[in-house]
């Protein structure tokens, strides 16, 4: 069963906070760059076209991010769309 809904990307941010203290987040054309733990994910997209000032984010996109960086069950307790 796939991923439906999204999440305001500031909820990501703040997820990550709590989640991977010490993460770096860098923007690129189309996508930002999460790193964290020595690991680097390279494409969580930046959001809809248009201002981009809290897009949201595809929950799919942040599952796959937050499996990656070994922080899933803690995302799931931040943000309950992953549960």
Known sequence: MGSSGTVALADVWAMLEHCA????KK???????IGFDERLYPSLPLG????????????????????????????KQQLPQLA
């Open 27 to 33: 923007s690129t054309d189309h996508h930002w760059r």
């Open 48 to 75: 809809a076209h248009g201002t981009r000032k809290n897009p949201e984010i595809q929950i799919g996109h942040v599952r796959k991010m937050a499996r990656f960086l070994g922080i899933l069950e803690c995302a």
């Open 21 to 24: 203290p010490g993460y770096w």
